[in-house]
C-alpha cells in the first residue's frame, strides 16, 4: 500500500489544528511550571521545614504571600523576581487554556454562527480581566 501525502491545506492544519496544539502544549506548560514550583518549594522549604501542605500551594501559585503566613523566618528567598514570572506565566497559561476549554465546550452545544462569536467575545473579556486582575495580584501583594 502506498503512503499518501497531503499537502498542509489539505491536511487540515487550520486555526482548529492551531488551537488542538495549543492545548496540548499549554498543559505541557502548566506542568513544567508546577513542577519548577514545586522542586523550588522542596528546595527552599527543605531549610524551614516547610510542611507538604505548604510545599504544595507554594507549587501551583509560586507567590511570597503565601509563605509569609507560614512559620519560616526568612521571606527574601520567595521574593525574588524568577518567582514573579514563574507565577505569571502559569497564571497566563493556565487561564488561556481554560478559556480555550470553554469555548470549545460551548462550540459544542451553540449551533449558530452568531451564538458561537458572542461566547467567544464574552470569553475573551473574561480572559483578560481574569489575567489582568491575576497579575495585579502577583506583582503588588
Given at each position: ?44 522549604g ?30 527574601a ?5 524568577f ?7 502559569l497564571?497566563?497559561v ?5 478559556v ?29 480581566s ?5 497579575l ?6
Amino acid at each position: 500500500m502506498k503512503s499518501r501525502n497531503l499537502p498542509l491545506n489539505k491536511r487540515g492544519f487550520n486555526f482548529e489544528m492551531i488551537m488542538w496544539i495549543f492545548t496540548r502544549l499549554s498543559a505541557l506548560a502548566m506542568y513544567t511550571l508546577l513542577l519548577i514550583g514545586f522542586i523550588g518549594a522542596l528546595l527552599m522549604g527543605a531549610r524551614e521545614q516547610m510542611n507538604f501542605a505548604d510545599v504544595m500551594r507554594w507549587a501551583f501559585m509560586p507567590n511570597p504571600s503565601h509563605v509569609i503566613n507560614t512559620n519560616i523566618p526568612d521571606i527574601a528567598p520567595w521574593t525574588a523576581l524568577f518567582w514573579q514570572l514563574v507565577a505569571s506565566a502559569l497564571l497566563l497559561v493556565a487561564t488561556a487554556h481554560g478559556v480555550h476549554g470553554l469555548v470549545v465546550i460551548a462550540d459544542d452545544y451553540i449551533v449558530t454562527s452568531n451564538g458561537r462569536k458572542i461566547v467567544r467575545l464574552i470569553s475573551m473579556l473574561m480572559m483578560a480581566s481574569t489575567s489582568l486582575i491575576g497579575l495585579y495580584i502577583l506583582w503588588t501583594f
